[in-house]
Structures are given as C-alpha cells and as structure tokens.
C-alpha cells in the first residue's frame, strides 16, 4: 500500500464541468486526508470555486482548451493536446501523478490514453470496466464504451484484462469468464462472438464459463463479462436507467393514503437498503484496463456524489497498485 496519492483531475469535463467537479473534489479531500490533487483547466474559472482554499494538496494546473464530447478522437488527440483532459493523463505519464480522472470525451480519453501511458504488452486496445452488482455480490464488465467496434481477438484480450484484474485486485482465484450473448447456445452469437467464445475457450488458463445472457449478469453466473463497447454500454445505461426507474417507483408506492405512508415508514430500511445497492451513482467510475497507467472515466452526467466517487475509484487503484498487479497477472496468461 502508498502512504498517499496524488490525482490529477480533468475539472473542466462533463456535462456540469468545475460547477460539479470542484464541489466533488473538496468533499473527497476532506475525506481523504493522505490524498493531494491536481486540478487541471482554466485557473479563472476553479479558484472562485475553490472558496480561495489553493494549498500543498490542492494545486491549479493551467490548460487553454477543452475537448468536446462532439470531438473525434483522432481529432482531439492531435489538436487538443492544450486541454484539460490530455494534460491530466499527460500529469500521470510523467509521474506527477498517480492517476486521472475525467468525465469527458471517452473516445478522445482512450486515444490519449493509449498514446501517453501506452497499453500492457499483448494488448491492442484498453477497455472500460467496472464492477455490476449481483445476486452474491458483484461481477467485473468490460468493455462499456471504450470500443464500439471489435474483433474477435480483441474480446479474447478484454477476457484476458477482466480475468486478470478479477484475480489481482478481488483475490478470485480461477474467476469465471463470459461471453455476453443473445443465448446460452453455441450456435447463437455473430461471427465475432463465436470465434471469440473459441479462442478463450482454448485459452487453458481461462476458466471459460460459456455464454451468459443480459439477465444471467445480475445472477452471478460469472465474476468476468465481456462484452464490445456498443453492447457494454447499452447494458450498463439500461441498467442504470431501470435503478433510477425503480427507484422513483419505490417512492411513489408509498405516497398518498395514511395506510401507504405506514406501510413506507416501516419499510424504509429496506427500500433504503435495496436503493443503496442499484444506486448508479455507487458505481461511478470506470477503469480503462489495460493501460500502464490508472486513468478513470466518470459518467458525463455525473452529479457531487458520483463524482466523488469516480475519485475514490481512482485512489483505491492507486492503493492497490492495480496496473503492476495486472500485468503481473497478464503476463502469466500470455
């Protein structure tokens, strides 16, 4: 474990920019006192925000542009190298710090990212993944939008990265690995996802549990899901959409008669119990595993708390060590 960390912090990305991410900030410092951060954008805009509290564990990084979340990555990665974002991840290259946060532009993210920190020898390409609650516990899924397009060879790489990260930072020995697809059958599947169920499945080191359905996700049927980024991130806002959608259901059930509102008073520990496990904002924070460098994509739209906690993801990585872990793991099953 480090005695402390230092995170560098795209403040001007997302959809509510330093207005959020600042606010979200301050509250993780106080909540962290071995954590120092580096705030990267436009100092005129931060420091009114930062109610004139600039000390050792807060520090203005000066950027000139932002990128947009309409900006191609191909376009951000070669005009944009003044931002906010590229700066941040370009902060952890040079060792000034030990990872980047950002709600930004997750095309322009992963292409910077491969570029300043490189990828994990074996790997093409860095995926998005985060952990899913289930039934007993919780599942690692990857890639959620870091990759709209891939091969098969690149869903038998996110199975190598999910398995490996499963084993290294979770202590699951031997995690089951899956395949996302529209049934359980071999012969269900495009071409892409059956030629990748084969290459994992001759992979001896994988404990290759088949294929797993979007609802078989949420039953722990396996502690690794991989998926291409269109399908991951559909999934995981469907999901997110139906928590928010439960949620809002749960409080209108018990509004209205007297009767409702004893009913919702006595059952209020437990919808605040199941609230707390579907909350999105608990598992905001996405790691793009596979490169040698911790870089962590927060929701676009993420509000104080979800951004807070994209934050404590990172520090947690940085705890654990997670990219020297990971390619310790890798490099055993390559």
Known sequence: MVASCTLAIDAMSGDFGPHVIIPASLDFLSEFPDTSLRLVGDPDVIRPLLGGRVDD????????????????????????????????????AEQHADAAVSAGNTGALMAMGRYLLRTHPGIDRPAIATMIPTRNGFCYMLDLGANVDCSAEHLYQFALLGASLAEAVSGCESPRVALLNVGEEEIKGNEQVKLASRLIREHSSLN?????????VYAGKAD??????????????????????????????????W?????????????????EVMDPSRHNG??????????????????????????RQARQEVVRNVPALTNQKLSQLL
């Open 57 to 92: 564990r807060i520090r203005l990084v000066a950027s000139t542009s932002v990128v947009g979340m309409g900006d191609k990555p191909s376009f951000a990665l070669r005009h944009r190298r003044d931002s906010s974002l590229y700066r941040s991840i370009e902060l952890v």
């Open 208 to 216: 290759y549990v088949g294929y797993v359905e979007g609802d078989d």
């Open 224 to 257: 690794v899901v991989v998926c291409d980024g269109f399908v991951g991130n559909v999934a995981l806002k469907s999901s997110e959409g139906l928590a928010r959608l439960l949620g809002h259901a749960f409080a209108e059930a018990f509004r209205g008669s």
């Open 259 to 275: 009767y409702r509102r004893l009913v919702g008073l006595l059952a209020r520990p437990i919808v605040e119990e199941l609230q």
């Open 286 to 311: 996405a790691s793009l595993l596979g490169l040698q460098g911790i870089v962590v994509k927060s929701h676009g739209s993420a509000n104080r708390e979800c951004f807070a906690h994209a934050l």
